[in-house]
């Protein structure tokens, strides 16, 4: 890893990364720029994701590939109604010794893609919350550290409810961003149908390692912070609960929860991350807006009025940037 001279000349480093590592994730992921560079930021930032769209939209393959360009132990678990917590941590065995040996799940893995995560019940994920939260697992009363960087990206199908367990808020609250697939445009989707039923195949080689990562994690925790930006985000957050001192007409009418302090986080390294992959050495409000919705839209829960009207957490959020703070 090379000895930058300054942090400037690290964050200009951080954005040559980031474009290399979305060249090379483009050559597998056709279409879906945005959704791999909020991917990225919550990579860069040390934020877990989770990845709600239909089946067939490459969400597995689009980790699978980001995985490979940052060269980390990547593990795919398949979450069903019987996976028990003992499935995704390990369990204790016992040897020929007659000893207790413990033996590391599927979750000892620098990525983990928790595929369908809403199909398995709450208390295995639970366990994986204590993951994504402490960077530990608890198996047999011993605590056992996670290596880093360890990240959880999930996914979630929206539109089959039909034998899943929703989500709960708090765990809902551990992942920094809430990322929506869309369909590919009409000449992507020929684009995709071309290369995927021929023979052609792409690889893609790995950009950075383990060791860099954790640098540019720390990298982005140091980029300084206007004061004014900082207190936007927070207004920013605070505006979506209502009933209180900064809540909006729109949040008392149609939001029944708002977004917590860890919203007012995740908005400032956000914007730090997406300040440096822009060429800024420091964030401003287009920053904060950038990565707002993917950050505030799993944080708040819309009450019946909204449901009745037809305003969605998209159209709330818009409304509360829009509108001057004071």
């Given amino acids: 890893m090379v000895d930058y001279k300054n942090d400037v000349e690290a964050v200009d480093a951080l954005k040559n990364t980031y ?134 990206l999930a996914t979630q199908n929206p539109i089959e409810q039909e034998g899943t367990y929703p989500l709960p808020e708090a765990q809902l609250d551990r992942f920094m961003f809430n990322i929506w697939l869309g369909y590919p445009s009409f000449d992507d989707e020929i684009t995709i149908v071309a290369d995927t039923t021929s023979d052609l195949k792409k690889e893609v080689n790995q950009i950075v390692s383990a060791k860099e990562i954790l640098f540019y994690q720390e990298l982005v925790r140091k980029i300084p912070v206007n004061h004014h930006v900082l207190k936007y985000a927070v207004s920013l957050a605070a505006r979506t609960r209502p009933n209180t001192k900064h809540a909006l007409p729109i949040t008392n009418q149609y939001v029944s929860w708002g977004a917590g302090p860890r919203a007012s986080q995740f908005l400032i390294l956000g914007a730090k991350a997406h300040a440096a992959i822009s060429g800024k050495y420091s964030p401003d409000q287009e920053d904060v807006d950038a990565v707002a919705f993917p950050i505030l839209r799993h944080r708040i829960v819309r009450n019946y009025k909204a449901e009745a009207d037809g305003v969605s957490v998209e159209a709330i959020i818009k409304k509360l940037m829009e509108t001057p703070m004071e």
Avoid: W
């Fill in 19 to 152: 474009e290399n590592l979305l060249s090379e994730v483009k050559k597998v992921i056709i279409g879906q720029d945005e959704i791999v560079k909020d991917t990225l930021l919550s990579i860069f930032c040390g934020g877990h994701c989770l990845l709600v769209g239909v089946p067939g939209l490459a969400k597995t393959l689009l980790v699978n590939t980001i995985a490979q360009t940052l060269g980390l132990n990547y593990k795919r678990i398949q979450f069903t109604p019987d996976l028990m917590p003992s499935d995704i941590i390990g369990s204790e065995i016992l040897t020929e010794n007659r000893e207790f040996k413990f033996v590391k799940g599927p979750l000892f893995a620098n990525i983990i893609l928790a595929d369908e995560i809403n199909r398995t019940p709450p208390k295995t994920q639970s366990a994986l919350l204590e993951a994504m939260q402490e960077k530990s697992v608890t198996a047999a009363g011993n605590t056992y550290k996670l290596q880093e960087p360890f990240y959880v």
